[in-house]
C-alpha cells in the first residue's frame, strides 16, 4: 500500500516568499511528522542555493490529511536546512521557535485574519474588463451575483481547510470585489503559523482548479480600494484571565509603542506595507503608533466587547495579507510578553 505525502515548504524569494511543493510517494500507513522522512531539493531553483553547491533539505514539522487528493494522502509543512544541519537563512520558523520556547509560561494565542484577492488574469475578479466596478461599500459581507465573487472557490477552500483538521474560525466577503478573508486561530504561535500556510497553499491549489489566482498583495488595485491585510489577534493568559487583565491589555498595547518597536515591527510585516497603511481605509500611518477602543483607524485596536469585559485580546491591524507568519508572531511575543514580564504582569 502506498500513499501521496505533498511537501511543502517556503523558500527565498525576496521580498516576498513563496510556496513550493513536490510529491513523496511512500510505502504503508502514514506515521506522525517526526517519523516522517527527510527530503532533499535544488535550491538553485528556490532562490535558497547557487547551482554549485545546490541540495537543500526539507524537515517536515507540521501534517495534515491531504483533503485534495484524499484517501490516507497527507500534506507536510516542512523548515528547509543546510546540509550540514543547520537551518537556512530563509527558515523564519527556526528564529520564532525559541522565542515561543521562552515565553511559553504566558500562554500566548493567536488568530490572524488573512486577507486576500482573487485575479482572473491581469484584473480582480469581478472587476469589468475594461473600467472599474461601483465603488466600495455593498461588497463588505454581501450577498448577490452583482457584488460577491469567487464564492464557489471561497466554499470549497472552506471545506478542504476544516476536512484537513485545521483550526478555521470563520471566512467573509471583504470591502473590494474579489476580496475575501479567512480566519485561522485561536492556537499557539506556531501553530497558528503552520496551519495558516498550510490554508494558504489550500487557497492557491483550489483557486487553481478554478483558473483563478489569488494574490496576497498588500495593495492590489491603486487609488480608493481597501488593501489586504493580516490584522493578527493576540492575547495571553494574564490579559484573558484574573482581576488585572486589563493593566496586562494596556501594557501590552504600551509595549508594542515603546521606543523603536513601531518601525522595528512595521518594516517586518510585509513588503509595500507604506502602499496600504495610508492613513486610509482603516489603517493608521505607517510611520505612526496609536492603539484605541474600537478604532480601526488605529495601529493597534481594543475591541469594545475587551473593554466592556476588562479582559480578552488585541488585535494588531498593521500586518499586510503578504506577511510571514512566523515573524508576525514572533515579533508580538516577543514585544508583549517581555513587557508584561518586565512589569510583574506575565
Avoid at 155 to 163: G, T
Avoid at 173 to 182: D, K, L
Avoid at 232 to 250: H, L, P, Q, V, Y
Wanted: net charge negative; glycine share 10%; aromatic share 10%.
Amino acid at each position: 500500500m502506498t500513499f501521496k505525502a505533498e511537501y511543502i515548504w517556503i523558500d527565498g524569494t525576496e521580498p516576498t516568499a513563496k510556496l513550493r511543493s513536490k510529491t513523496k510517494i511512500m510505502a504503508g500507513s502514514p506515521a506522525g511528522v517526526e517519523e516522517l522522512p527527510l527530503w532533499g531539493f535544488d535550491g538553485s531553483s528556490t532562490n535558497q542555493a547557487e547551482g554549485h553547491a545546490s541540495d537543500r533539505v526539507l524537515k517536515p514539522v507540521f501534517s495534515c490529511q491531504d483533503p485534495i487528493r484524499g484517501g490516507e494522502n497527507i500534506l507536510v509543512l516542512c523548515e528547509v536546512f543546510d546540509i550540514d544541519g543547520t537551518p537556512h537563512a530563509s527558515n523564519t520558523r527556526a528564529l520564532l521557535r525559541p522565542v515561543a520556547e521562552r515565553f511559553a509560561a504566558q500562554e500566548a494565542i493567536f488568530g490572524i485574519e488573512q486577507e486576500y484577492t482573487f485575479f482572473d488574469g491581469a484584473r480582480p475578479l469581478g472587476f469589468p474588463v475594461n473600467g472599474f466596478p461601483a465603488a466600495q461599500g455593498g461588497y463588505y459581507c454581501g450577498v448577490g451575483a452583482d457584488e460577491i465573487f469567487g464564492r464557489e472557490i471561497v466554499e470549497k477552500h472552506l471545506d478542504h481547510c476544516l476536512a484537513a483538521g485545521l483550526s478555521i474560525s470563520g471566512i467573509n466577503a471583504e470591502v473590494m470585489p474579489g476580496q475575501w478573508e479567512f480566519q485561522v486561530g485561536p492556537v499557539g504561535p506556531l501553530e497558528v503559523s503552520d496551519q495558516l500556510w498550510i490554508a494558504r497553499w489550500l487557497l492557491y491549489r483550489t483557486a487553481e482548479d478554478f483558473d483563478v489566482s489569488a494574490t496576497l498583495d498588500p495593495k492590489p488595485v491603486k487609488g480608493d480600494w481597501n488593501g489586504a491585510g493580516a490584522h493578527t489577534n493576540f492575547s495571553t493568559r494574564a490579559m484573558r484571565e484574573g482581576d488585572r487583565s486589563w493593566d496586562a491589555i494596556i501594557t501590552a498595547c504600551e509595549a508594542l509603542g515603546e521606543g523603536s518597536k513601531p518601525m522595528d515591527h512595521v518594516k517586518n510585516y510585509g513588503a509595500g506595507i507604506d502602499d496600504r497603511l495610508t492613513g486610509l481605509h482603516e489603517t493608521a500611518p505607517w510611520d505612526q503608533y496609536k492603539y484605541g477602543v474600537s478604532d480601526r483607524g488605529a495601529s493597534v485596536r481594543i475591541p469594545w466587547q475587551v473593554e466592556v469585559d476588562k479582559k480578552g485580546y488585541i488585535e494588531d491591524r498593521r500586518p499586510n495579507a503578504n506577511v510571514d507568519p512566523y515573524v508576525v508572531t514572533r515579533l508580538i511575543v516577543d514585544t508583549c510578553c517581555a513587557g508584561l514580564e518586565k512589569a510583574g504582569q506575565a
